[in-house]
């Protein structure tokens, strides 16, 4: 289902995301894609088109996602629920690897969110290791 975000509060919310993916931080810049406002709870699970309950993210990100708020956590089998980018702070949660092109889920909440969006998935690897080599990845926001 579409729903009209007004101008200003997508400005903020692009601001607030620094014009990166909420989840895997791709720079909307480094690609040829759009990029999506996505509810992270789900209109279709009561979630409200408001400030805390949108961020940016990209297309992959954002279908892999899709209407879910839990996924199982690799490590220990449990499930729980997703990074929620408005509420948590994507650096308790996920870091870089020492290449910067793959990222380690440093919680339950992270490993989860990263297998279920498949945030290391072998193309987006592979253009992370083209744009570490240009210098522009992984990207300063925190």
């Known amino acids: 289902m579409s729903v009209y975000i007004r101008m200003g509060l997508q400005r903020q919310i692009r601001t607030r995301f620094g014009d990166c993916c909420a989840y895997c931080r791709t720079a909307e810049f480094l690609t040829a894609m759009t990029f999506e406002f996505e ?8 979630g409200e088109t408001v400030f805390e309950n949108l961020c940016f993210a990209c297309p992959s990100c954002n279908r892999y996602k899709g209407d879910r708020q839990t996924a199982i956590d690799p490590e220990s089998e449990e499930i729980v629920a997703l990074f929620h980018p408005q509420s948590q702070v994507w650096g308790e949660h996920f870091a870089w690897t020492e290449s910067g092109t793959e990222m380690r889920g440093l919680t339950a909440i992270g490993r989860a969110t990263i297998a279920a969006l498949q945030m290391n998935r072998p193309a987006l690897v592979r253009a992370r290791v083209m744009w ?11």
């Open 39 to 46: 509810h992270i709870r789900p209109l279709a699970a009561a």
């Open 132 to 142: 570490v080599k240009l210098g522009e990845h992984p990207p300063d926001f925190p």
